[in-house]
T-cell receptor, first 112, second 114 residues
Framework: QKEVEQDPGPLSVPEGAIVSLNCTYS??????FMWYRQYSRKGPELLMY????GNKEDGRFTAQVDKSSKYISLFIRDSQPSDSATYLC????????????FGSGTRLQVQP | DGGITQSPKYLFRKEGQNVTLSCEQN?????MYWYRQDPGQGLRLIYY???????QKGDIAEGYSVSREKKESFPLTVTSAQKNPTAFYLC?????????????FGPGTRLTVL
């Protein structure tokens, strides 16, 4: 079992739709949760960072963490064609290996 | 401009050759990382370094080597022992504290074995 599982997609939605991207993880030691966006043939860029259960909002993006269920989500409101990219969840822990563990990524296509 | 750079952008290698990928950062970050990305597999950690002159193996270190002689530089050598090296390689850096951390990524190097 992988430490981090991410819905594979690809996901195709119309412009203006609400998008939900999800990851589950298996190790309760994970405490830090991030979402990265990666455009084709580019390096990933950080979208959201959170370290507690609950919601964190930044513009059209909301990150949700449920530590009891080991489940994290990224919601995109009013999706735009420019949101078309691969979204990667990344999770880290205070102990053990000091490096992030990434999900496999979900490719999102927003149709104009 | 502060940032992280990788070179070359594209690299072609013949079978049996070693090649070195460059990664430089001017963010004054302590930690640096190398990832490999294959289609549909996300990012897999090759090596990481939390401090100069120290580095640790990641999940897929076999066939790769690194050095960290300077804080700003973390080159990756893909050796002939790496059986399937064709992939997109990403370098990242961070301040090294996961409590308030963010990994900044370079633009990547696409390696193709001919």
């Amino acid at each position: 079992q992988k430490e981090v599982e991410q819905d594979p997609g690809p996901l195709s939605v119309p412009e203006g739709a609400i998008v939900s991207l999800n990851c589950t993880y298996s190790n309760s030691a994970f405490q830090y949760f991030m979402w990265y966006r990666q455009y084709s043939r580019k390096g990933p860029e950080l979208l959201m960072y959170t370290y507690s259960s609950g919601n964190k909002e930044d513009g059209r993006f909301t990150a949700q963490v449920d530590k009891s269920s080991k489940y994290i989500s990224l919601f995109i409101r009013d999706s735009q064609p420019s949101d078309s990219a691969t979204y990667l969840c990344a999770i880290g822990a205070d102990t053990g290996r000091r490096a992030l563990t990434f999900g496999s990524g979900t490719r999102l296509q927003v149709q104009p | 401009d502060g940032g992280i750079t990788q070179s070359p952008k594209y690299l072609f290698r013949k079978e049996g050759q070693n090649v070195t990928l460059s990664c430089e950062q001017n963010l004054n970050h302590d930690a640096m990382y190398w990832y490999r990305q294959d289609p549909g597999q996300g990012l897999r950690l090759i090596y990481y370094s939390q401090i100069v002159n120290d580095f640790q193996k990641g999940d897929i270190a076999e066939g790769y080597s690194v050095s960290r002689e300077k804080k700003e530089s973390f080159p990756l050598t893909v050796t002939s022992a790496q059986k399937n090296p064709t992939a997109f390689y990403l370098c990242a850096s961070s301040i090294g504290d996961l409590r308030r951390d963010e990994q900044f990524f370079g633009p990547g190097t696409r390696l193709t074995v001919l």
